[in-house]
């Protein structure tokens, strides 16, 4: 079993659909972190959180501590959203730049 | 420059050929990363490190792989007797800082694509 898992794997949207992505940890961590990847290799980071929740435009990002999960949410979503987002964590007690990370999500959001 | 610059975009390269990557994070930042990236899979991490020393290594598979940042900026990852299953995106970021959790947003370069004949 993978340590940290995503889901869905795949997700299809129409432009506008609200979307939620999901990433469930083992490890107890310091900080998770939510990327955007476009095809082409090149990876944006999106959020870093220890908890709560933050916001950045149509993005919002949310974290349960003691449930060792976290969501990503898109807000009226649009075909340039079309990515794969990947969620990774900071073991607790592991270096900053030790991340461990998800398979991640494969997100299409079609006109 | 503006961003994390790796280079080459692209090696392709025969088993058994030695293989230099190098990452020019971006200037003041004092931590990089290197980590891999296979077909279908998130990155793993390699190496980290803090200024010139290598602050976390226990991600390098064995000892084919070695990293360098001698002048505490640009990185060369070394990859001696390749194999094919060497072949993947080997991609490198950095921070303002390894250690301040405020600081720990992670700037991606666009990565080096190795395939290994």
């Known amino acids: 079993k993978n340590e940290v898992e995503q889901s869905p794997q795949n997700l299809t949207a129409q432009e506008g659909e609200f979307i939620t992505i999901n990433c469930s940890y083992s490890?107890?961590?310091?900080?998770l972190h939510w990327l955007q990847q476009h095809p082409g290799g090149g990876i944006v980071s999106l959020f870093m959180?220890?908890?709560g929740k933050k916001k950045h435009g149509r993005l919002i990002a949310t974290i349960n501590i003691q449930e060792k999960h976290s969501s990503l949410h898109i807000t009226a979503s649009h075909p340039r959203d079309s990515a794969v987002y990947i969620c990774?964590?900071?073991?607790?007690?592991?270096?900053?730049?030790?991340?461990?990370f998800g398979k991640g999500t494969k997100l299409s959001v079609k006109p | 420059g503006a961003g994390v610059s790796q280079t080459p975009s692209n090696k392709v390269t025969e088993k058994g050929k030695y293989v230099e990557l190098r990452c020019d994070p971006i200037?003041?930042?004092?931590?990089l990363y290197w980590y891999r990236q296979s077909l279908g899979q998130g990155p793993e991490f390699l190496i980290y490190?803090?200024?010139?020393?290598?602050?976390?290594d226990s991600g390098l598979p064995n000892d084919r792989f070695f990293a360098v940042r001698p002048e505490g900026s640009v990185s060369t990852l070394k990859i001696q007797r390749t194999e094919r299953g060497d072949s993947a995106v080997y991609l490198c970021?950095?921070?303002?800082?390894?250690?301040?959790?405020?600081?720990?947003?992670?700037?991606f370069g666009e990565g080096s694509r190795l395939t290994v004949l």
């Open positions: 970021a950095s921070s303002l800082s390894g250690t301040s959790f405020r600081s720990g947003e992670l700037f």
């Open positions: 490890v107890g961590i310091s900080a």
């Open positions: 959180l220890s908890s």
């Open positions: 990774a964590v900071t073991p607790y007690g592991g270096s900053q730049g030790n991340l461990i």
């Open positions: 200037s003041g930042h004092t931590a």
């Open positions: 490190f803090q200024g010139t020393g290598a602050a976390d």
